[in-house]
């Protein structure tokens, strides 16, 4: 299956994919954890040989929280390699465009587009697909590169596959890591 048409400028946005969503230090590691690095690194990669724009989001919790600036869980997770000149954009909200910067670094791009990945699917992921789409951009998210914790209610997997149809109804692309790396 050939990749699906996106827009060859559509940056990628990689979401909170922070040590704290890996380690298990503080709370469990997102679903699926290591699949999800796997994935996201194979995304990360194809962005760069397709020679798209890649940028990472780094939520910044409040003092004492273990996604707090400073505290060990706070780096984005160091298996994913972000490079040098890739940059980082704070978030202290679900809205990864509520930084104003990032929505100038997309518009600079000349994107009418973006990818998006990460977590968690029903936080960040999802407040981020609306904040995109509220700005008027094309979303594509990576399917399988996004993921959450367990709820009281629902599975991490029952999560994910709600907040996909969602995402799927509201118009955003949906596309499996492999369909958008090949392989």
Avoid: Y
């Amino acid at each position: 299956m050939p990749a699906p048409s996106l827009a060859d400028n559509a940056p990628l946005i990689v979401i909170d994919l922070q040590t704290g969503m890996f380690d298990g230090v503080h709370e469990p590691p997102i679903h699926e954890a290591s699949a999800i690095a796997d994935r996201a690194r194979a995304v990360i990669d194809w962005a760069r040989r397709g020679g798209r724009k890649v940028a990472f989001v780094r939520h910044d919790g409040p003092a004492g929280d273990p996604l707090a600036p400073g505290e060990p869980g706070w780096p984005v997770w160091p298996a994913l390699g972000q490079a040098v000149d890739e940059p980082t954009f704070a978030k202290s909200v679900g809205n990864a465009f509520s930084n104003a910067a990032l929505g100038d670094w997309v518009a600079g791009q000349g994107a009418g587009a973006v990818v998006l990945l990460g977590a968690q699917t029903d936080f960040c992921v999802a407040a981020t697909v609306k904040g995109a789409m509220a700005r008027g951009l094309g979303v594509t998210v990576v399917s399988d590169a996004h993921s959450t914790l367990d709820s009281a209610s629902e599975s991490a997997r029952q999560i994910i596959t709600r907040h996909n149809d969602e995402f799927a109804e509201a118009g955003v692309n949906l596309v499996t890591t492999k369909a958008l790396v090949g392989g």
